[in-house]
């Protein structure tokens, strides 16, 4: 009898708990993808109500995605010592305290904190369902429920960035759409309490003393037939940032992160600039809105297609190819004619091919790390690697403030993806 729950569940077919613990983690990435963008959204509410400029706002910008890289490393590492469920349940407590804080924020200190704690939260989110969503994962479906689960972070961006926008046209409060968020995502905390369970290959990894009884409740829930022993761990790697550097995972480590790094980089230029970019062009904060929707209609379509791609295709020189091409897409923002329709399709196709970059990295640092140090290294990668997503912003707002043109900047940003293109070639053939 085989005695590995890991490799039940790699070799069986998808169970319907599978796939409501899969479905579930996409929702809660969703509300990642709102919570980030609600500043986006809110941007220029805010420079209007409180007069900033393009340099200071940048800095705003970037509060939660600092928070977001330190929580995906250091929460991200906690995920692995206590185990899934209770970092999830922790994180969603912490951006629903963090977006309520938000729409009350009396001026940008208190504002900008309160980004930087609700990105906590989000960073542990994402390294933690990440590793969820691998571990009920079969081995078959994968690679495409993990670029489907990233790819709930753009759902979340396009039905939030159309709520905000109504909420804009309204009234244009821009509190209004922090509290949005905030309600969205105390709905979900309860949900999540009651039909999350902890991830066997934790269990397993972690071995608490009632380790064996939790394993085969799960079991029993999957329609799987119960252990008579703890299975022997698969790895002894152990669930520390030093394990990242061994030999063993080195190169793979050094490398990702900085592919993730350059690419996220531009993704968060679209992300957090378009806004005020169409704004500045004479539009309102209502159509610039609707045009960074568009921007997240392309994001998810590249999700989708990237998750479905790795059923069929290379990952790594597939990766490649879309990054090079998300470069050469962008650098057209700054040639196009100042109009709707143009902006929505060139931030739509770039948002595509971005995103299919970003998004295709998952399931390749799924791959690498066990599950004793999986949630570590997905943090470490995407923590890290998010540096890239808070400098993003402040780069090209210092390119702006200093008199750079759009296509300038644009192009100096864009060069992002050809790093990233090149990280993913050198990564080690195993």
Same mark, same amino acid.
């Given at each position: 009898?085989?005695?590995?729950?890991?490799?039940?569940?790699?070799?069986?077919?998808?169970?319907?708990?599978?796939?409501?613990?899969?479905?579930?983690?996409?929702?809660?990435?969703?509300?990642?993808?709102?919570?980030? /963008?609600?500043?986006?959204?809110?941007?220029?509410?805010?420079?209007?109500?409180?007069?900033?400029?393009?340099?200071?706002?940048?800095?705003?910008?970037?509060?939660?995605?600092?928070?977001?890289?330190?929580?995906?490393?250091?929460?991200?590492?906690?995920?692995?010592?206590?185990?899934?469920?209770?970092?999830?349940?922790?994180?969603?407590?912490?951006?629903?305290?963090?977006?309520?804080?938000?729409?009350?924020?009396?001026?940008?200190?208190?504002?900008?904190?309160?980004?930087?704690?609700?990105?906590?939260?989000?960073?542990?989110?994402?390294?933690?369902?990440?590793?969820?969503?691998?571990?009920?994962?079969?081995?078959?479906?994968?690679?495409?429920?993990?670029?489907?689960?990233?790819?709930?972070?753009?759902?979340?961006?396009?039905?939030?960035?159309?709520?905000?926008?109504? /909420?804009?046209?309204?009234?244009?409060?821009?509190?209004?759409?922090?509290?949005?968020?905030?309600?969205?995502?105390?709905?979900?905390?309860?949900?999540?309490?009651?039909?999350?369970?902890?991830?066997?290959?934790?269990?397993?990894?972690?071995?608490?003393?009632?380790?064996?009884?939790?394993?085969?409740?799960?079991?029993?829930?999957?329609?799987?037939?119960?252990?008579?022993?703890?299975?022997?761990?698969?790895?002894?790697?152990?669930?520390?940032?030093?394990?990242?550097?061994?030999?063993?995972?080195?190169?793979?480590?050094?490398?990702?992160?900085?592919?993730?790094?350059?690419?996220?980089?531009?993704?968060?230029?679209?992300?957090?600039?378009?806004?005020?970019?169409?704004?500045?062009?004479?539009?309102?904060?209502?159509?610039?809105?609707?045009?960074?929707?568009?921007?997240?209609?392309?994001?998810?379509?590249?999700?989708?297609?990237?998750?479905?791609?790795?059923?069929?295709?290379?990952?790594?020189?597939?990766?490649?190819?879309?990054?090079?091409?998300?470069?050469?897409?962008?650098?057209?923002?700054?040639?196009?004619?100042?109009?709707?329709?143009?902006?929505?399709?060139?931030?739509?196709?770039?948002?595509?091919?971005?995103?299919?970059?970003?998004?295709?990295?998952?399931?390749?640092?799924?791959?690498?790390?066990?599950?004793?140090?999986?949630?570590?290294?997905?943090?470490?990668?995407?923590?890290?690697?998010?540096?890239?997503?808070?400098?993003?912003?402040?780069?090209?707002?210092?390119?702006?403030?200093?008199?750079?043109?759009?296509?300038?900047?644009?192009?100096?940003?864009?060069?992002?993806?050809?790093?990233?293109?090149?990280?993913?070639?050198?990564?080690?053939?195993?």
């Amino acid at each position: 009898m085989n005695n590995d729950p890991g490799t039940i569940l790699d070799e069986g077919p998808m169970h319907r708990l599978q796939v409501t613990v899969v479905a579930l983690c996409i929702a809660l990435t969703a509300l990642d993808g709102f919570d980030v /963008l609600a500043i986006s959204f809110a941007a220029p509410g805010i420079a209007a109500e409180w007069g900033i400029d393009r340099g200071v706002l940048g800095v705003v910008l970037s509060m939660e995605l600092l928070g977001m890289a330190l929580g995906s490393v250091l929460i991200g590492n906690l995920a692995d010592r206590i185990g899934r469920r209770p970092t999830i349940l922790g994180c969603l407590v912490v951006m629903t305290a963090g977006m309520l804080c938000a729409a009350f924020a009396a001026d940008l200190t208190m504002l900008s904190a309160t980004r930087f704690v609700t990105g906590l939260g989000i960073g542990g989110m994402l390294s933690s369902t990440s590793a969820m969503v691998a571990e009920f994962s079969s081995a078959r479906r994968r690679g495409m429920n993990l670029s489907f689960n990233i790819a709930g972070y753009s759902v979340g961006a396009i039905l939030g960035g159309m709520l905000a926008s109504l /909420l804009l046209a309204d009234a244009g409060d821009w509190r209004r759409i922090f509290l949005l968020g905030a309600g969205m995502t105390a709905v979900l905390l309860p949900v999540a309490v009651f039909a999350l369970p902890e991830s066997i290959g934790s269990l397993a990894s972690r071995r608490p003393v009632d380790a064996l009884a939790r394993i085969n409740a799960v079991l029993a829930r999957l329609g799987r037939a119960p252990l008579g022993v703890l299975p022997q761990p698969q790895s002894h790697a152990k669930p520390s940032i030093a394990t990242l550097f061994s030999p063993d995972y080195l190169r793979p480590t050094v490398l990702l992160t900085f592919a993730y790094f350059a690419q996220i980089m531009l993704f968060y230029y679209v992300q957090k600039w378009v806004p005020k970019i169409v704004v500045d062009m004479g539009f309102t904060a209502a159509e610039a809105g609707r045009v960074l929707v568009c921007a997240n209609v392309g994001t998810l379509s590249g999700a989708v297609a990237i998750g479905l791609a790795s059923q069929k295709l290379p990952m790594r020189p597939t990766l490649a190819a879309v990054m090079a091409i998300g470069f050469g897409v962008i650098a057209l923002l700054g040639v196009v004619p100042q109009t709707l329709t143009a902006l929505s399709l060139v931030v739509g196709v770039a948002g595509f091919f971005i995103n299919a970059g970003v998004v295709g990295l998952y399931p390749v640092v799924a791959g690498v790390f066990p599950a004793t140090i999986r949630a570590s290294g997905t943090g470490f990668v995407i923590g890290v690697g998010r540096g890239g997503s808070a400098l993003g912003p402040v780069i090209a707002g210092a390119l702006f403030a200093g008199g750079g043109s759009l296509e300038l900047v644009s192009l100096a940003m864009g060069a992002g993806g050809l790093v990233a293109a090149a990280a993913v070639l050198a990564l080690p053939r195993r």
